[in-house]
């Protein structure tokens, strides 16, 4: 298995407050990406990051900011935190990027959790 | 229009049974093509990658269309543990990976 961990796995939250993810790699990938999972919806892209301080927008990033000051690690923050944010995070990683024709793999983290009350 | 559809499910086959997934997507540029397992509360894994020829993998076989803009899989021989959900993987039209929403899978003994 992919060397990627994700913190924390469950949280509960209160609307309106701070949360910030955590992905960490062990693989030394220069891509990394937050999605989110909900129902009828699929993986939905949030963020993402092609090297050090190097991030772009997803197809869902309203809401969320991400910051990558090390390879390993891969932070997603809501910085307001609203209902409509309740889902499953998945962090993954990938070692050449996106372009479409080279038949990248991403490999996914275990998942967060997050519950917004 | 969702990019990616996929029948939900839940396809519901006895253990022996063949069963096929189909999956069409709306971006006739798309060049990479996968398929993604997903336990129940687990983590997406590749399955296998769809290549233009089809490909096999086991009791496993994918193929594409993408005259009709769709790609199947095709599982022989269920097994208990193939019990999942399966993920339609295809890249958009930023070139980023767009998942589908998956179909589920239940094998019964």
């Known amino acids: 298995d992919a060397g990627i961990t994700q913190s924390p796995r469950h949280k509960v939250t209160e609307t309106g407050t701070p949360v910030t993810l955590r992905c960490h790699q062990t693989e030394n990938h220069r891509y990394m990406y937050w999605y989110r999972q909900d129902p009828g919806h699929g993986l939905r892209l949030i963020h993402y990051?092609?090297?050090?301080?190097?991030?772009d927008k997803g197809e869902v990033s309203d809401g969320y900011s991400v910051s990558r000051s090390k390879t390993e690690d891969f932070l997603l923050t809501l910085e307001s935190a609203t209902s409509s944010q309740t889902s499953v995070y998945f962090c993954a990683i990938s070692e050449r990027g996106l372009a479409g024709a080279s038949q990248e793999t991403q490999y996914f983290g275990p998942g967060t959790r997050l519950l917004v009350l | 229009r969702k990019e990616v559809e996929q029948d939900p499910g839940p396809f519901n086959v006895p253990e022996g049974a063949t069963v096929a997934f189909n999956c069409t997507y709306s971006n006739s540029a798309s060049q990479s093509f996968f398929w993604y397992r997903q336990d129940c509360r687990k983590e997406p894994k590749l399955l296998m990658s769809?290549?233009?020829s089809g490909n096999e993998d086991g009791r496993f076989t994918a193929q594409l269309n993408r005259a009709s803009q769709y790609i199947s899989l095709l599982i022989r021989d269920s097994k208990l543990s193939d019990s999942a959900t399966y993920l339609c993987v295809v890249n958009g039209r930023n070139n980023d990976m767009r998942f589908g929403a998956g179909t589920r899978l239940t094998v019964k003994p």
């Open positions: 990051s092609y090297g050090v301080k190097d991030t």
């Open positions: 769809v290549y233009s």
